[in-house]
């Protein structure tokens, strides 16, 4: 079966999907991007993402490049070309194509693509979930980093000396010694007392759709939170740690620098919010 991409307007064959070279995203990462999560053919927390894309796209002050509803049509019909049962939805939208200049263009439609991509199944066997090692890194991004931005060139050499270092993530540290979040997830830990904590929403992180959705959860089942900075030192002594994000869903970690998380397995509490989020995920609606 042949790989269906969505470029501008056209579903066209994987292979040949191409955008223009003067296309801002291309030249200048002046754009936005969504991943939003499959289950079942349904899509994960899909207002979210909308709502997330929604704030990315108005503080860049770059225009929707259809209607919301129209973008939802657009989704659900890369999910049927694919025949996508489990998998993930891509899509970036850039301010579109115009001669080079660093001042926004005159008059430019922004410029949408999209591809679909199988994954796996959830396995929750207690051997699939597996913990991983974290390292910590500077922080060394923009100051919006609440805004989805295609610019990812500090989370993508964070990732590479994560991956050089054996590890499945790097948790970057800001200037006053706190953790803001990982390169492509948020991170959590859980102190001695059992409290679930995890940074802020603010320009300092992402404020990831996965998080929100821990949140509710951990609201609704009575789990104690605070939203707050935290250093180094309080995540190695914590008891639990754990990443989120819409690929890893909730990812035990079990070191950081090489020092072990509590006693150095997968914890109670980390378990349990996975569990939850596994059923919010299972949980999800109609959406072809
Ligand atoms: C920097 C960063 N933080 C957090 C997240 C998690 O966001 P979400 O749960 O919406 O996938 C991501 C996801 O890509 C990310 O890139």
Redesign the pocket.
């Known amino acids: 079966m042949t790989r269906i991409a969505y470029v501008n307007g056209r579903y066209v064959p994987h292979g040949q999907a191409a955008v223009h070279i003067e296309d801002r995203g291309y030249q200048f990462a002046d754009g936005v991007y969504?991943?939003i999560a499959i289950h079942q053919g349904n899509m994960v927390d899909e207002k979210?993402?909308l709502d997330?894309l929604d704030h990315s796209l108005g503080e860049l002050q770059i225009a929707w490049p259809m209607s919301r509803q129209s973008l939802q049509v657009v989704m659900r019909e890369m999910i049927l070309r694919n025949r996508i049962t489990n998998g993930m939805i891509y899509f970036q939208i850039s301010r579109g194509v115009a001669t080079r200049n660093h001042a926004f263009p005159d008059d430019t439609e922004s410029a949408l693509v999209m591809t679909v991509r199988h994954s796996p199944p959830l396995d929750q066997t207690a051997a699939a979930v597996t913990g991983v090692n974290v390292i910590t890194i500077p922080d060394i991004r923009w100051a919006r980093?609440d805004i989805?931005s295609i610019s990812?060139l500090p989370?993508v050499l964070g990732k590479q000396q994560a991956s050089e270092a054996g590890a499945y993530e790097a948790w970057m540290i800001d200037g006053d010694g706190n953790i803001t979040?990982?390169?492509?997830?948020?991170a959590w830990i859980v102190n001695k007392d059992g409290d679930l904590i995890t940074r802020d929403a603010s320009h300092a992180?992402?404020?990831?759709?996965?998080?929100?959705?821990v949140l509710d959860l951990a609201r609704a089942e009575g789990v104690t939170f605070v939203e707050r900075p935290f250093d180094v030192a309080e995540a190695k002594d914590a008891r639990e740690a754990f990443v989120?994000?819409?690929?890893s869903l909730v990812k035990p970690v079990v070191r950081i620098d090489g020092d072990p998380v509590g006693n150095g397995g997968i914890g109670m509490l980390t378990a349990k919010i996975l569990s939850f989020y596994t059923d919010h995920m299972k949980a999800q609606g109609s959406a072809v």
């Open positions: 969504e991943v979210g993402h997330r980093r989805k990812l989370n979040e990982g390169t492509s997830s948020n992180i992402l404020n990831g759709i996965t998080r929100l959705a989120t994000s819409t690929t």
